[in-house]
């Protein structure tokens, strides 16, 4: 089993069935879904709430963070940002696949930001800036073959990034 990862960028948005499958298909990979909330919760619309709500019985914890896949926190930022890891599995997939039409309609007072999917050992499988319209996965060969055969047309929706 290959253990190298590679960056792989999203060159479109993944959007409804897309996004759907590629989430379920990644309960093999992940075992944490995370996002980040940079206000407080009462300020996240009725859906987000709902949602969290529903995500409630899966939290792992929360905590506020500074640095997040794909961001850092400049020092003295007013704001406070905080993570909250949720087990992800094949019940908590469900409640994700349906909240969102688009990876990055996760954006504050919508829905959290950034969402987020982590390995066991919390390293990355899939990060986002959703502001920027940037997401990318970090997968082995035999991953990335998983998620391919998985999620029809992923191949088309993804680059491996250039190392600079």
Same mark, same amino acid.
């Given at each position: 089993m290959s253990s190298k990862r590679t960056t792989y960028d999203f060159l479109v948005e993944p959007r409804g069935e897309? &996004?759907?499958a590629l989430l379920r298909a990644s309960v093999e990979i992940a075992r944490f879904f995370g996002v980040i !909330? $940079?206000?407080q919760e009462d300020r996240l619309s009725y859906a987000a709430t709902r949602l969290m709500t529903g995500l409630q019985p899966y939290l792992v914890r929360v905590e506020e963070v500074h640095a997040w896949p794909g961001s850092q926190l400049m020092p003295g930022h007013r704001f406070k940002h905080k993570q909250y890891l949720y087990? &992800?599995?094949h019940e908590s997939v469900e409640l994700l $696949?349906? $909240? !969102?039409d688009g990876l990055f309609d996760w954006v504050n007072p919508d829905?959290?930001?950034d969402p987020h999917l982590l390995? $066991?050992?919390?390293s990355v499988v899939m990060g986002s800036i959703t502001t920027e319209d940037d997401a990318w996965l970090e997968l082995s060969e035999d991953e990335l073959i998983m998620l391919v055969d998985a999620v029809p047309g992923l191949e088309r929706l993804l680059q491996e990034r250039q190392q600079s």
């Open positions: 897309m &996004l759907s !909330v $940079a206000s087990r &992800l599995d $696949a349906g $909240a !969102v829905f959290p930001d390995r $066991a050992d919390e």
